[in-house]
């Protein structure tokens, strides 16, 4: 009966990144079937966290963190947990033998946003590498299938991918974070008069992320690249069209992919991968 539980904590997951992110659980249907399910179980986790300290307003969140912390912790102890999704989880923790400081990483960023504060550089490159790199790092052990020196090989590039995708998720949240939860995140930055030098500095930072990023794409195994290729793909138009919004206009617009230039974006993604282009 346990297979039976394992397979329903997998699909719960799997629910939970198809209802909250349509572009992202589209990438994760061309990656290899075997690839789909660890996938899912990280992308679930990361989620559940992050809608404690997002959207659970009213409610005791930092308790809850914590008592996520705890149960999460005790689920790797115990390679099981009542909650599926950290059931789902921690079977993908020990089969790709994913590093807990990762974890650890995760859930301290989570708990960063529990506090409002304007982030200076040391903070956010801490709350950068804890809320996003460590996610790419999780995926990248399971694309690597154990093979350490590949791991090695494209870990900074999977951080500099997760970097970027998370800084976008900033330039096009930041009218919610900044007058909705209290949250600053770029430093340096001046939101009350937020002008196109500033948004400038930015985008060329997530430009670099994005560079560095895609290289390491272009290495990894020939069965998780196109996944990984599409939803660099999705972020990539979204930056584009970031950039094209004045800086005095950011607060005002939340920018989206519509439903038909996603199809367009992923018919053109899958020409280029059989031209052997990506």
């Avoid at 090695?152 to 999977?158: C, D, F, G, N, Y």
């Avoid at 069965?223 to 005095?248: C, H, N, S, T």
């Avoid at 989206?256 to 031209?275: A, N, V």
């Amino acid at each position: 009966m346990k297979l039976l539980y394992d397979l329903i904590s997998e699909e719960c997951s799997k629910n939970i990144t198809r209802r909250y992110s349509t572009s992202f659980s589209l990438g994760i249907r061309f990656l290899a079937r075997e690839f789909r399910g660890p996938v899912y179980a990280i992308y679930g986790f990361v989620r559940l966290a992050d809608e404690i300290v997002d959207s659970f307003e009213g409610f005791e969140q930092e308790a809850m963190l914590r008592q996520l912390e705890k149960d999460t912790y005790r689920s790797l102890e115990d390679r099981i947990s009542i909650n599926p999704v950290l059931n789902a989880f921690q079977r993908v923790v020990h089969r790709y033998d994913i590093d807990t400081e990762l974890i650890a990483a995760f859930l301290e960023s989570m708990a960063m946003d529990l506090q409002k504060q304007v982030y200076t550089r040391s903070l956010y490159e801490k709350y950068i590498y804890g809320s996003a790199e460590v996610v790419g790092l999780m995926c990248l052990r399971v694309f690597c299938r154990g093979d350490g020196q590949l791991y090695e090989r494209l870990r900074p590039a999977a951080m500099k991918l997760g970097a970027a995708f998370q800084k976008i998720n900033f330039l096009r949240d930041i009218r919610t974070d900044y007058e909705g939860l209290g949250r600053m995140y770029f430093p340096g930055t001046d939101f009350g008069n937020f002008c196109n030098a500033q948004k400038s500095n930015i985008e060329a930072d997530i430009a670099a992320d994005f560079a560095a990023g895609y290289e390491g794409i272009r290495q990894l195994p020939a069965d998780a690249r196109f996944g990984v290729y599409l939803a660099y793909v999705y972020y990539k138009r979204l930056f584009k069209k970031i950039q094209a919004i004045p800086g005095e206009r950011i607060l005002q617009a939340r920018v989206r992919i519509p439903d038909y230039q996603k199809i367009y974006l992923l018919f053109s993604s899958l020409t280029k991968s059989k031209l052997n282009l990506i």
